[in-house]
């Protein structure tokens, strides 16, 4: 009868000791390894992994060309994170066990992976919105001047702005100048002027999957030989590319100007 009492505690404190590891329970084992399957099957046919720049744009071709099996990745990715980041034994063991079912021949998939997960990391506190570097800048805007005035007048504006953006890192950046031509349709006057801006960050709009939006200030002027107008306003900038905003702006002949519109990012 001890024998038999000493096997059961033997076995419960072994099984109890064993459980701690996934890749020691054939059901955890094999979860684990059906999520490393999936990423291996979405990434093994993308080739070696390259400069942060250039994964960076085949990861958001891939995002914008297959946004299911993209949201199916990233699910992959806040799942393998909380596995790491849980203090507890047997999540921790997750993780490792979802390595484990990567094999040599995987190599490239796991490079990707490892990739996505920094930048997904990054994302949830970076705006992906003011990543370093060069940018064109188009937008379009309507609205009117004077309101309420004998002088009231219909207001159209266009621009195209060369943009730099400022970080200390990939991404995440605050500052932003920009300079190139705009064109103002005010008062029956068609006017091509010359456009200094600057955009500072304002908040981001943050998912579980990563920053998808921010709001910025902007404040800018345009002058040509005859004409002045400049002011500041408020935008709204999503996933990189596209936006909308809204301007309150001062012009001459003691005129004021609001207007709404939508721009277009280009990455160059």
Same mark, same amino acid.
Request: aromatic residues 12%; contains cysteine.
């Given at each position: 009868m001890k024998k038999v009492l000493f096997f059961l505690l033997f076995t419960s404190l072994y099984t109890s000791i064993?459980?701690?590891?996934?890749?020691?329970?054939?059901?955890?084992?094999?979860?684990? &390894?059906? &999520?490393?399957?999936?990423?291996?099957?979405?990434l093994k046919s =993308?080739?070696?992994?390259?400069?942060?720049?250039?994964?960076?744009?085949?990861?958001?071709?891939?995002?914008?060309?297959?946004? #299911?099996?993209?949201?199916?990745?990233?699910? #992959?990715?806040?799942?393998?994170?909380? =596995?790491?980041?849980?203090?507890?034994?047997?999540?921790? &063991? +997750?993780?490792?066990?979802?390595?484990?079912?990567?094999?040599?021949e995987d190599e490239f998939a796991l490079d990707w992976f490892t990739f996505i997960v920094r930048k997904n990391?990054?994302?949830?506190?970076? &705006?992906?919105?003011?990543?370093?570097? =060069?940018?064109?800048?188009?937008d379009i805007g309507q609205g009117g001047s004077d309101w309420f005035r004998s002088s009231e007048s219909y207001l159209f504006s266009g621009r195209l702005l060369l943009s730099y953006t400022f970080a200390r890192q990939d991404c995440g950046g605050r500052i932003r100048l920009l300079i190139g031509p705009s064109?103002?349709? =005010?008062?029956?006057?068609?006017?091509?002027?010359?456009?200094?801006?600057?955009?500072?960050r304002l908040k981001d709009i943050a998912t579980p999957y990563g920053s998808i939006a921010n709001? +910025?200030?902007?404040?800018?002027?345009?002058?040509?030989?005859?004409?002045? #107008?400049?002011?500041?306003? #408020?935008?709204?900038?999503v996933a990189r590319q596209f936006g909308l905003h809204l301007m309150a702006e001062y012009g001459s002949k003691n005129s004021y100007l609001i207007q709404t519109g939508i721009f277009y990012r280009i990455k160059l």
């Open positions: 064993t459980a701690q590891n996934c890749c020691d329970d054939p059901n955890c084992k094999a979860a684990t &390894s059906a &999520s490393a399957g999936k990423v291996i099957a979405l =993308w080739g070696k992994t390259g400069s942060d720049s250039t994964n960076n744009a085949k990861l958001d071709t891939f995002r914008r060309n297959n946004p #299911i099996k993209y949201k199916e990745l990233i699910d #992959i990715v806040t799942q393998y994170k909380n =596995w790491t980041n849980d203090t507890t034994t047997i999540p921790k &063991s +997750k993780g490792a066990c979802f390595l484990d079912a990567f094999h040599e990391t990054q994302s949830a506190t970076r &705006s992906v919105e003011f990543c370093k570097g =060069w940018d064109l800048h188009l064109f103002y349709y =005010w008062h029956q006057n068609a006017l091509l002027m010359a456009n200094p801006r600057i955009e500072y709001l +910025k200030l902007i404040g800018q002027a345009n002058v040509n030989d005859k004409y002045f #107008i400049g002011g500041a306003g #408020i935008a709204l900038e």
